[in-house]
T-cell receptor, first 116, second 113 residues
Framework: AQSVTQLDSHVSVSEGTPVLLRCNYS??????LFWYVQHPNKGLQLLLK??????LVKGINGFEAEFKKSETSFHLTKPSAHMSDAAEYFC??????????????FGAGTRLFVKA | DAGVTQSPTHLIKTRGQQVTLRCSPK?????VSWYQQALGQGPQFIFQ???????QRGNFPDRFSGHQFPNYSSELNVNALLLGDSALYLC????????????FGPGTRLTVT
């Protein structure tokens, strides 16, 4: 079965402090993993993706994530939060099916608050 | 190069009515997937089209149907609308053999009253 669990519905950090958004996944296949960000009334923007290459993935705006197969985790981090990082973040798993096509499952989302 | 486009931007319908949403994929893409994002939730996969056929389907009732045209554009149809169908409907396009590169459109906001 395919699933994504974002362990925190809300995370609050102070500007300039590290960000950690946690994600665990489950897949019967060899999945691709993603993090997307969604600002209020804006579209989904891809932050980064893992597709079975390097396990440490660097994305835009200073974000990175590490794929840990043994822990089935794909946590998102950033060394120093900026006010503009306040948004909703989605962890996503996508895998190709034997019957053809692929399915993409989104986590429930983590709302990141950044305090001045 | 236009990305994924969707129309209309907003739509208001009454319970029991039917609605059609449209999506044009990014140039060169042949696969279209549809998602429903209810307020405060993550997008949920509805179905996926390739070569004018539904290839994968999520856990949505038959009231949700779709179509893909020879030019790869797609429609999402919802019959017998319920209040719970109110959501942002997202379309994503990709290449059939590169599922890890999906591009999302801005969405259509459907309100059912």
């Amino acid at each position: 079965a395919q699933s994504v669990t974002q362990l925190d519905s809300h995370v609050s950090v102070s500007e300039g402090t590290p960000v950690l958004l946690r994600c665990n996944y489950s897949s019967s296949y060899s999945p691709s993993l993603f993090w997307y960000v969604q600002h209020p009334n804006k579209g989904l923007q891809l932050l980064l993706k893992y597709t079975s290459a390097a396990t440490l993935v660097k994305g835009i705006n200073g974000f990175e994530a590490e794929f840990k197969k043994s822990e089935t985790s794909f946590h998102l981090t950033k060394p120093s939060a900026h006010m503009s990082d306040a948004a909703e973040y989605f962890c996503v798993v996508s895998d190709r099916r034997d019957t053809g096509g692929f399915k993409t499952i989104f986590g429930a989302g983590t709302r990141l608050f950044v305090k001045a | 190069d236009a990305g994924v486009t969707q129309s209309p931007t907003h739509l208001i319908k009454t319970r029991g009515q039917q609605v059609t949403l449209r999506c044009s994929p990014k140039s060169g893409h042949d696969t279209v997937s549809w998602y429903q994002q209810a307020l405060g939730q993550g997008p949920q996969f509805i179905f996926q089209y390739y070569e004018e056929e539904e290839r994968q389907r999520g856990n949505f009732p038959d009231r949700f149907s779709g179509h893909q045209f020879p030019n790869y554009s797609s429609e999402l149809n919802v019959n017998a609308l319920l209040l719970g169908d109110s959501a942002l409907y997202l379309c994503a396009s990709s290449l059939w053999d590169k599922h890890y590169e999906q591009y999302f459109g801005p969405g259509t906001r459907l309100t059912v009253t």
